[in-house]
């Protein structure tokens, strides 16, 4: 009876020592999960921060091609300008020879 007694307190013996060994296996995953969520939620907070700063350069990528386009128009309108006012200089350098010929 005693011997069976002895068995029994050391397969109870024995449980409690596993049952101390997942209980210390549980909390270090524990820990290690709780450092891996923080983790996670730090590159959370960089991936919306970069994504704010992709939008704004994209939306400042539009704005600076809309004003490439008007100044691209602007630039077009000008040269078309001076080659009419080239146009019109000929013509005066022209109606001034003619004039200076006929006197």
Same mark, same amino acid.
């Given at each position: 009876?005693?011997?069976?007694?002895?068995?029994?307190?050391?397969?109870?013996?024995?449980?409690?020592?596993?049952?101390?060994?997942?209980?210390?296996?549980?909390?270090?995953?524990?820990?290690?999960?709780?450092?891996?969520?923080?983790?996670?939620?730090?590159?959370?907070?960089?991936?919306?921060?970069?994504?704010?700063?992709?939008?704004?350069?994209?939306?400042?990528?539009?704005? /600076?091609?809309?004003?490439?386009?008007?100044?691209?128009?602007?630039?077009?309108? /000008?040269?078309?300008?001076?080659?009419?006012?080239?146009?019109?200089?000929?013509?005066?350098?022209?109606?001034?020879?003619? /004039?200076?010929?006929?006197?």
């Amino acid at each position: 009876d005693s011997n069976r007694n002895e068995g029994e307190l050391s397969i109870q013996n024995g449980l409690k020592d596993q049952l101390k060994e997942k209980t210390s296996e549980n909390q270090a995953l524990s820990t290690m999960l709780e450092k891996q969520h923080k983790r996670i939620l730090e590159l959370s907070l960089e991936v919306k921060d970069e994504t704010l700063k992709s939008s704004k350069l994209n939306t400042d990528l539009h704005s /600076l091609q809309q004003k490439k386009k008007h100044l691209e128009k602007t630039f077009s309108s /000008l040269e078309k300008k001076h080659a009419d006012a080239m146009d019109s200089l000929k013509l005066v350098k022209q109606e001034k020879l003619k /004039l200076s010929a006929e006197m």
